[in-house]
């Protein structure tokens, strides 16, 4: 049978706010695999001419272009249903409707190690450790990013890492002063999102899933603070951290398509998009390390 592409599973929900590759680095869409992109470079201010003679020309400075390549990957999931599984999955429309969020998660999966890799594995991104204070380190990272770029300065990393940074002795006595008390060590629920950007001094706080901790927990203990641009602006336009490339971006990057396999007696239904993570400025995010156990409370995660 032919391939056919499925709009009706393209526009599926998948379970996605807890993938948050999409606010570190947005998405821009284009129409061809690879290509050059104009950008933005972040350089530090110079100096005026003080004190030029009559007569003689300012020192001219060069202003050049900067740009950098994209070039797109595939990533793919294939789902097969066995013929005699149909009935038990409640129909082929449902047993395909699972099929596609499940590839859909994959592939979203793949596309946050790839932003993962661009930020904490990224080596020419500044490192604080923070086990002295996450206060402070919060603080300097602030003050290291915030005047090269616009845009809002965020806290990201993974879940339980959020959850690690809020039972924090000196989070929780901040919390006295800028909102409700909170009860036990362990008892964050009174801590918000919200409210632990306002006690850390960021615009916002993104919890990321678990995959943020890296393969075989290689970041653990990891946060970031960056600056994220605004999503309407290209990258010539503002100095920006990176954007993510994809194809054909519709209202979803995903492509998903179906066919019936006579050779596997089953229905295939591939989850595909093609993108590429780029980075740009890597002055205007800081990767903040060693937030353990020690500083935080003894007890685990």
Known sequence: MATVKRADLEALDYGSPEFVASTIMPRIAREVDSGTV????????????SGRTLGEAPTATLITKSSTTFSMVEKISRKKIDSRDINMLGGLDRAQQKAARLGKREVASAIEALVIAATFGNSGIAKYNILASLLSAVDDAVAQVSDKADGKIVLFGAKSMIQRAKRLAEVKARMIHTGVPVGSERDVRSIS???????????????????????????????????IPDATFDPDETIQFGRTFVKNAGSDI????????????????????????????????????????????????
């Open 38 to 49: 104009y950008y933005q470079d972040y350089t530090a201010d110079g100096s005026a001419t």
């Open 193 to 227: 999102d919200n409210i632990l950007a306002g006690v850390l001094g960021v615009d916002a706080v993104i919890a990321g899933r678990s995959s943020w901790l890296g393969s075989g927990n290689a970041y653990d203990g990891y946060l970031g603070v960056m600056v």
């Open 254 to 301: 995903f492509v998903v398509e179906s066919f019936y396999s006579d050779d596997l007696k089953a229905e295939i239904v591939d989850t595909k998009a093609e993108l590429n993570v780029v980075c740009f400025n890597p002055e205007v995010c800081v990767v903040l390390t060693g937030l353990d156990e020690g500083n935080a409370v003894t007890t685990t995660v």
